[in-house]
């Protein structure tokens, strides 16, 4: 980040970021507000936080952190429901984050901008009050936000609510997907995911900017159609996790026998396995993805974390048989620090969710894919891995051992899942080259930096 630094304005100024309180949110917010930091244009950085999740200021010592109540219930924050949970907490923070918006504007030094998660959807208003620009950051993927933006049109074509006999159909308004890949939530009111959705996209519309964890390279054609429908200033400037290596901003604790299992195995050997911090299944499907690993005859580290599956509080559910089964090839742990995992020269396929964290740390470190989307952008995202990048497999016909097992040779031994690994090759090269000195993602940096100043 070197290059980027520059003279400190002489007048002080300081940026203001919040959070949305999950993983997949809370990990790009800090990397955002590192590689500003780093860039020296900015006086301080105080992140503005609910009490949920709340990040550990010692980790981030160069950052001041304000919690404000959210007033969740135990159920509330435990509620697999993201609409709902979406719904609440906007409900309950908006009064509290006024409030100390209000604060430290009375402060004297002065703030150049606000820069909040688009899921906050009170925060333009807020902003606007204050007469503070407020900048968005989305931590999907550009493609997903055209998929959020176009729901309505799509709800009045008839593509949604998804009808069974249609999943495989075309989405023409939006290729590559089909009907099956449009984000929709399992949620017990579907009219409050597109109220929800309608509103973030409103609200970063009415933005002052919008900042992307993408890269020109990988959503050139998104990109486009984003500039051509929306005319507000937008900085792609990822994959942010690389400016910086270390994840200091992992709610969970990292197993820290990850990486010494990996120093074990022999090199592109490893399967590792892992869906992120929201997604839930049930026993019947854990299962069955158990035996598929153990019928790969594949090494595999897998992440079970505590609450995926349903019911259950950790590997009471493996199958009988499973462990003697693997005779040692299998790892299981709570939690990985994964982007390590995935630089370890160990592993050589990540069977994942698709968040798009997860996507990107994926391509960045050069690991083809089997995609194993749940909800929301997750299955868009996926259709881009199998379709557009072609760097990884999908389960397009049932989950049963016998395909798992099949697929995870495919991906891990066979000249396909070779070919997959020289293109995911090229594109964490790219990402590369985007963030050196006249990449594409390093301008957009340093244009962000000028915007923000401008205010
Ligand atoms: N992650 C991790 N250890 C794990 C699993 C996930 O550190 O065992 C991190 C991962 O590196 C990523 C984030 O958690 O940065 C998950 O974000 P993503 O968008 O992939 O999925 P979500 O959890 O939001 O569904």
Redesign the pocket.
Known sequence: MENHKRETPLKPRRLLLFPIP????I?PMLQLANILHSTGAFSSITVIHPHLNSPNPTNHPHFTFLPIPDGLSENEASTRDVVAFLSVLNRNCAGPFRDCLAELLAEEEGVACLITDAWWLFSQAVADGFGLPRIVLR?GSVASFLGFAALPLLREKGYLPKQDSQLEEPVPELPPLKVKDLPTVTTHNSENFYNLVAAMVKETKSSAGLIWNSFEDLEQSPLTKFRQEFPIPNFSIGPF?KYFSA?ST?L?A?DTSSIPWLDTQPPKSVLYV?F????EMGGNEFQEIAWGLADSLQPFLW?V?PGLVRGSKWLEILPNGFMEAIHGRGHI?K?????EVLAHRAVGGFW??N?????L?SICEGVPMICYPCFGDQMGNARYVTDVWRIGIGFESGMERGLMARTIRRLMVEREGEEMRERIMCLKEKAGVSQQEGGSSHHYLESLITYILSF
Do not use: C, D, K, M
Request: no cysteine.
């Open positions: 999950s993983q997949g949110h990990n931590t996790h994840s992992s969970l990292h892992s992120g911090s929201v997604v992440v974390r742990v939690w990985a620090p994964q982007q994942t969710h968040g798009w964290n997860s996507t740390e």
